[in-house]
């Protein structure tokens, strides 16, 4: 049988590289975003997914994700997989940043976390046998801190307490884990979102090099498959060395 995937942050960067990873595997997809993928979702068709659903969701609005998830029980009437991708980031400096930016955050990466997670283990059953897997993307700023970045850090750290607090409630029927990538080549990490200065640093790192989010969507379809089944409550780093847990 198939494998029910849910991709949020779809329709690019890591999103929507994860998309394309598990329609290779034949999946059924539901991918959501803020505006509704459909470029995604045309070429997951293309790529060999069964089914595929293209959903608009703003992850920080509880409304939106309920709906979001009655959209997938009907489709699919349930879920063995989600890869939640969708977040923004943010660069200031503390005394620069207004309480309605670091709010921004922390509604979209944080408390969308929680939503999604929550309505997504609603719809999974998953046994000791074949557990269903939830897949989170943190950062590997959620260990290291980074100045002028403090709302994205602090968001991201949160999303490892809600891994580590519902591996352990979960368990064993429902896998739950954190990839926690590195400096990776997206429009987050472009001029629109960070400095100059700051995409420099991120290259500062032992392999030189920005990752691909194909590298982070081979980790989750690992996560997501029989090589997975011994992981849950961590934080995986897919980080070029930047940091070394």
């Not at 595929?52 to 998830?69: I, Q, R, T």
């Not at 739950?176 to 100059?196: F, K, Q, R």
Request: charged residues 20%; proline residues 4%; aromatic residues 6%.
């Amino acid at each position: 049988m198939s494998a029910r995937v849910l991709v949020t942050g779809a329709y690019r960067g890591i999103g929507s590289a994860s998309a394309l990873a598990f329609a290779g595997t034949g999946a059924r997809l539901a991918l959501a975003d803020i505006r509704a993928p459909e470029n995604t979702a045309e070429a997951a068709r293309e790529k060999g997914a069964i089914e595929v659903l293209d959903l608009a969701c703003d992850v920080s609005d509880a409304n939106a994700v309920v709906a979001m998830g009655e959209a997938v029980r009907t489709a699919f009437g349930g879920l063995d997989v989600l890869v939640h991708c969708a977040g923004i980031i943010h660069e200031a400096p503390l005394l620069a940043t207004p309480v309605a930016d670091f709010d921004r955050v922390i509604a979209v990466n944080l408390r969308g976390s929680f939503l999604v997670g929550k309505t997504a283990i609603g719809l999974m059953a998953g046994t000791q046998e074949a557990p269903a897997r939830v897949i989170m993307i943190a950062s590997d700023m959620a260990y290291c801190g980074r100045e002028i970045f403090s709302p994205y850090v602090a968001s991201k750290h949160g999303v490892l307490g809600l891994v580590r607090s519902w591996a352990k409630e979960f368990a064993p029927r429902i896998l739950v884990n954190a990839i926690c990538p590195g400096p990776i080549d997206t429009e987050m990490l472009g001029a629109a979102n960070m400095s100059a200065e700051w995409r420099a640093r991120e290259l500062a790192i032992p392999l030189a090099r920005f990752g691909k989010p194909e590298e982070v969507a081979e980790l989750a379809v690992f996560l997501a498959g029989a090589g997975g089944r011994y992981f849950t409550g961590q934080g995986l780093g897919i980080n070029g060395g930047s940091v070394m847990p």
